[in-house]
């Protein structure tokens, strides 16, 4: 067990180094930097040398996973809150509605009639493939100048949506979660609005612990985000608002900002991209048919 347990961490780092030589690589290309980081990965991960074995993944998960909180998070602070509020307006719901639809439509068609899935999970893996990511939705707007904001509530919404319908078409419609998921969503507002920084700023007053509100705003990110998830709402998405309630207390200390990026940028959001590559499978003919069909 201790040896497997050292195997996945020095894997782990290996992953991590990798993940910056790509950044650093496509960077000098002029490319989206995280682009690099999921190449790395696929090199690494099974569509490619399978050094890093799905058993050792697996192992280290967590690690992989948490640097989207982080990112989006981060990118609620310093991108999101000087645009303004991230509230969808109606042509951005109806867009996403729209979007939603026809691409769960043009995905399913195939899925129905030459993979012959059954409806029900036809339309689910439409769903599935319709709903885009935020990490790597977000990070690759980042590079579009002037950032298109528009397009950013739009992704949010349409991931939301989702959510939403896939849920209710894997597991069936349900009044109970759809009142917890409000309930959740209000709950994430009015606490983050209304508690979140004045809980920081008394922590830093009273607190002679070093770094507590430092630890503290990482327990947040952390827990807040996966809470929500537990409960039927979207961590990434939870983050992403969390930044923005975040942003005035972060931008006016320097200071936690800087290490907030560190952590972030050095570590666990490279490790996320990264672990986007890992996961890839090579294709086969059947994939790329229906890919190409699509």
Known sequence: M??????????LALALFAAKIGEEILMRLGLPSFLGAIIAGMLLGRAGLNIITEEAYE???IFYLIGLSFFLFLAGVEELAPHGKLVPRKRELFASIVMLITTTIAIALPAYFYMH??????LAFGIAITIASLGPAIKLALYIKPMPIALLRLVVVLELLGIIAFNSLTEGFSINQLITTIIVVATIYFLGRRLFTKALIELERRTRAREAPFALLVSIIMGASFAAEY??????V????LGLFASDYLLKRPFFHER?????YGFLEPLFFVGIGITMVTPDIQSLLVAVII
């Open 117 to 122: 899935m059954p409806l029900h999970a036809a």
């Open 59 to 61: 192992s280290t998960y």
């Open 260 to 264: 907030l990026q560190a952590l972030t």
């Open 2 to 11: 201790l040896l497997e347990t050292a195997e996945a961490v020095a894997l």
């Open 238 to 241: 939870t983050a992403l608002v």
């Open 231 to 236: 409960l039927g709402f979207n961590a990434a």
